[in-house]
């Protein structure tokens, strides 16, 4: 091989129906080179107070607003986008929107809304089994998530930080691994099983009946190379953090520590390179938080009614919100092994399914882009009468992670700003 040229660290040796993974070689890209890139979606679900939130100001000469000062320090490292938003979103509940952040669908929860796939679990599906987890998918207080595969299914979030952790960075004993492994013996079997069984029924159905069989069959099939993929990394050592668990917070009125503890997982989960695409979701709590000068809870807040009480107890908790999203952003500053930060190599998204949480308008959406590789430093403004596609701002971050599309879900294009 000419000196210069690069294979894939992913390049397999196959002969007669066998495949054999080559070892690290120097014609190889580095572990960690600049090629590797990683997303990370945050959604606060109940919005973000917009007079706060939204600069008066577009290009980079934006004069910070209330809640950008809080992390304004990182301005070179991130963009704020104004007009931009999903269309028809309104759905059976108020909320709905909740569940198409990521994936654009419309009417959400309305007779025969089936969701689509979203964002992460497209970037999920690129990078396949080439971390230990494709995706992770975090949420402050239940399984509920925004993440959905291609067939529509919810992806449940993880809610507990301890158990994030263990699946990540704790080894457990001879026992345990061989109970696993065994389980996903078990599960290769039934699903063998069930495709026998499929193929009896094929012959006894109606031709649109056989078209939903092969479309289920697909799904089998695809779970059943999941679980050989999964197999692979069964006795593989899982990285080591010079870190202890973090212990979970059992009282949903401590909304703030949650979301601490899961956005500390997140640089240990791109630092070891665990995943490449974590999702959270800040949800509603449904209760007061433990926050001093709060007397209600978050949801109720955010129907402030233009009172000035109201407004002023949720510009505290979103407030100590973004000054946690700072924090992560300073903790993505560390090094990579590519020289530069994992910021640099992160494209992180953060905003809401809500633009004025008050009326339940999934319109003007308030969204930020950090790291990446991006150019930075601005506010871009849609200043167009009718919201750009949101969907566009997806594609190139798709795109930035290596998929080739020209187009996701709503959009017609990639949004390219400079």
């Known amino acids: 091989m000419k000196k210069g040229n690069k294979i894939s660290?992913?390049?397999?040796?196959?002969?007669?129906?066998?495949?054999?993974?080559?070892?690290?070689?120097?014609?190889?890209?580095?572990?960690?080179?600049?090629?590797?890139?990683?997303?990370?979606?945050?959604?606060?679900?109940?919005?973000?107070?917009?007079?706060?939130?939204?600069?008066?100001?577009?290009?980079?000469?934006?004069?910070?607003?209330?809640?950008?000062?809080?992390?304004?320090?990182?301005?070179?490292?991130?963009?704020?986008?104004?007009?931009?938003?999903?269309?028809a979103q309104n759905g059976r509940q108020a909320h709905n929107s909740e569940i198409t952040w990521l994936t654009s669908a419309r009417h959400p929860g309305l007779d025969g809304f089936q969701n689509t796939i979203s964002m992460d679990q497209a970037a999920a599906n690129h990078i396949g089994y080439e971390t230990r987890f494709p995706s992770i998918v975090l949420g402050t207080t239940s399984p509920q998530s925004q993440s959905y595969t291609a067939n529509g299914v919810m992806v449940p979030a993880e809610s507990s930080p301890a158990g994030?952790?263990?699946?990540?960075?704790?080894?457990?004993?001879?026992?345990?691994?061989?109970?696993?492994?065994?389980?996903?013996?078990?599960?290769?079997?039934?699903?063998?099983?069930?495709?026998?069984?499929?193929?009896?029924?094929?012959?006894?159905?109606?031709?649109?009946d056989k078209h939903k069989l092969n479309a289920h069959f697909e799904a089998v099939r695809a779970a059943e190379n999941q679980l050989t993929e999964v197999q692979a990394w069964t006795n593989r050592p899982k990285p080591e953090v010079g870190q202890e668990s973090p212990v979970d917070i059992p009282d949903n009125t401590d909304l703030i520590g949650r979301i601490e503890l899961m956005l500390n997982l997140i640089p240990l989960i791109l630092q070891t390179d665990s995943s490449r695409v974590v999702s959270l979701m800040i949800q509603d709590h449904g209760v007061v938080p433990q926050i001093a000068g709060i007397s209600k809870d978050q949801h109720g807040l955010s129907h402030h009614g233009q009172d000035a009480t109201n407004i002023a107890q949720l510009k505290i908790i979103e407030t100590e919100i973004i000054k946690r999203f700072g924090n992560l952003l300073t903790e993505l500053q560390q090094p990579s092994l590519a020289g530069g930060s994992i910021l640099d190599e992160t494209a992180v998204l953060f905003g809401s399914n809500l633009g004025n949480a008050a009326s339940h308008s999934s319109k003007q959406l308030p969204i930020l882009v950090a790291g990446g590789g991006f150019a930075h430093g601005k506010h871009i403004a849609n200043k167009q009468e009718q919201d750009a596609p949101l969907s566009d701002l997806f594609a190139t971050l798709l795109q930035s992670m290596g998929l080739e599309v020209d187009a996701f879900g709503q959009g017609s294009k990639a949004l390219h700003w400079s």
């Open 9 to 87: 660290r992913r390049t397999l040796l196959r002969a007669s129906g066998v495949a054999l993974a080559l070892p690290y070689l120097e014609v190889m890209p580095a572990y960690g080179a600049a090629q590797t890139r990683r997303m990370v979606n945050i959604c606060c679900t109940l919005g973000l107070y917009t007079p706060s939130w939204l600069p008066q100001q577009d290009g980079a000469d934006y004069q910070a607003t209330e809640y950008l000062k809080l992390i304004d320090q990182h301005r070179s490292r991130y963009t704020v986008f104004s007009g931009l938003s999903h269309e």
């Open 164 to 208: 994030v952790f263990k699946k990540l960075f704790l080894r457990g004993s001879a026992e345990e691994i061989r109970r696993e492994t065994q389980s996903l013996n078990d599960g290769g079997s039934i699903l063998d099983h069930l495709l026998e069984e499929g193929r009896r029924l094929d012959k006894q159905v109606s031709a649109s």
